[in-house]
């Protein structure tokens, strides 16, 4: 694995699972991996379960650990290229690249959506500049349009969940929220669950269509009652319109979460990246109840990272 910034980049998914589940039985089985290798993880946005999860499997390998959060501790950062600093940023991030190169042998970066320009989110203006510039393997820790980490935990999870003898139907399902929310999630969870064996369905309103680029011929479905009937797997997640970039198309009807709605399907297990606003996406009943796989979801964040961080380090060594 040279990078890792899509299911794109991952060689044989099953593969990676099953190396995920080994890890989780044994965490510090490859604990001299990365014995003389340092990753830096460089945050621009807030995060709890990706940096504490990616700290950890790091840390499990034997690594060691540089963690910057950008957008407090380093320099105002300029991300223009041919941009005349004259202003008030201080570094360009092609200097701090630079910088990171000389420092670590693999480089992570958490950077969101800036849900301003359609353009510079979906050409993945930050991401973008360490691809380009970094000399050692670059790890997303979510973008401006995946999730990739947070979407191996699911895969994960459903595959720890799923013991029938049928094709699980996932219903990946919008849920109301109070300010705009940028499409990572619910496209890289789209675009992973097409490679697992499973039906998936969309649910999600009318205005609320995410990129076709990530859903491709995945069936959408504007009503949420018919979307989640016979339901194995419900994925809950916000995001704002894609087609009216960031903007929030009024919704009729109430697309919150509740054991009502569980009713009709087949007794569902329920997933949510976190955080969740309760009683907004979904009600304290499902997020408590027994239905909720959550907090389990929570902690193969771990797993998901190491697994990939141990496939990185193999990349390193070859």
């Given at each position: 694995?040279k990078?890792?910034?899509?299911?794109?980049?991952?060689?044989?998914?099953?593969?990676?699972?099953?190396?995920?589940?080994?890890?989780?039985?044994?965490?510090?089985?490859?604990?001299?991996k990365?014995?003389?290798?340092?990753?830096?993880?460089?945050?621009?946005?807030?995060?709890?379960?990706?940096?504490?999860s990616s700290?950890?499997?790091?840390?499990?390998?034997?690594?060691?650990v540089?963690?910057?959060?950008?957008?407090?501790?380093?320099?105002?950062?300029?991300?223009?290229?041919g941009?005349?600093?004259?202003?008030?940023?201080?570094?360009h991030?092609?200097?701090?690249?630079?910088?990171?190169?000389?420092?670590c042998?693999?480089?992570?970066?958490?950077?969101?959506?800036?849900?301003?320009?359609?353009?510079?989110d979906v050409?993945?203006?930050?991401?973008?500049?360490?691809?380009?510039?970094?000399?050692?393997?670059?790890?997303?820790l979510?973008s401006?349009?995946?999730?990739?980490?947070?979407?191996?935990?699911?895969?994960?999870?459903?595959?720890?969940?799923?013991?029938?003898?049928?094709?699980?139907?996932?219903?990946?399902?919008?849920?109301?929220?109070?300010?705009?929310?940028?499409?990572?999630?619910?496209?890289s969870?789209?675009?992973?669950?097409?490679?697992?064996?499973?039906?998936?369905?969309?649910?999600?309103?009318?205005?609320?269509?995410?990129?076709?680029?990530?859903?491709?011929?995945?069936?959408?479905?504007?009503?949420?009652?018919?979307?989640?009937?016979?339901?194995?797997?419900?994925?809950?997640?916000?995001w704002?319109?894609?087609?009216?970039?960031?903007?929030?198309?009024?919704?009729?009807?109430?697309?919150?979460?509740?054991?009502?709605?569980?009713?009709?399907?087949?007794?569902?297990?329920?997933?949510?990246?976190?955080?969740?606003?309760?009683?907004?996406?979904?009600?304290?009943?499902?997020?408590?109840?027994?239905?909720?796989?959550?907090?389990?979801?929570?902690?193969?964040?771990?797993f998901?990272?190491?697994?990939v961080?141990?496939?990185?380090?193999?990349?390193?060594?070859?």
């Amino acid at each position: 694995m040279k990078k890792f910034t899509s299911v794109s980049d991952v060689e044989n998914l099953q593969e990676i699972i099953k190396k995920a589940l080994q890890i989780k039985a044994d965490p510090l089985t490859e604990t001299g991996k990365g014995k003389g290798k340092t990753i830096g993880l460089v945050f621009l946005n807030s995060s709890l379960r990706t940096r504490l999860s990616s700290q950890i499997a790091a840390q499990n390998l034997g690594l060691n650990v540089l963690t910057l959060n950008a957008a407090q501790e380093a320099w105002n950062l300029e991300f223009a290229d041919g941009a005349v600093m004259n202003g008030d940023t201080v570094e360009h991030i092609k200097d701090a690249i630079e910088v990171l190169n000389q420092y670590c042998d693999i480089i992570a970066v958490r950077c969101f959506a800036g849900m301003k320009s359609k353009e510079d989110d979906v050409n993945e203006s930050i991401l973008s500049q360490f691809e380009k510039h970094a000399k050692v393997p670059v790890i997303s820790l979510e973008s401006a349009t995946r999730h990739p980490l947070q979407s191996l935990a699911d895969c994960i999870t459903i595959t720890e969940n799923w013991k029938k003898d049928h094709k699980p139907k996932v219903v990946l399902t919008w849920a109301p929220h109070i300010k705009p929310i940028a499409h990572a999630v619910g496209n890289s969870f789209a675009e992973w669950m097409q490679e697992m064996d499973v039906e998936l369905v969309i649910a999600n309103p009318e205005g609320y269509d995410l990129d076709k680029k990530f859903t491709k011929d995945v069936k959408v479905i504007h009503d949420q009652d018919e979307a989640l009937k016979d339901a194995d797997f419900i994925y809950v997640k916000n995001w704002s319109s894609f087609d009216d970039y960031a903007a929030m198309p009024e919704v009729k009807g109430d697309w919150m979460l509740t054991n009502e709605k569980l009713a009709g399907t087949n007794d569902a297990k329920v997933m949510h990246c976190l955080p969740v606003r309760r009683n907004v996406e979904l009600s304290d009943e499902v997020m408590d109840g027994h239905n909720s796989i959550i907090y389990q979801q929570a902690k193969n964040r771990i797993f998901s990272a190491q697994a990939v961080f141990s496939g990185i380090l193999d990349e390193l060594k070859a």
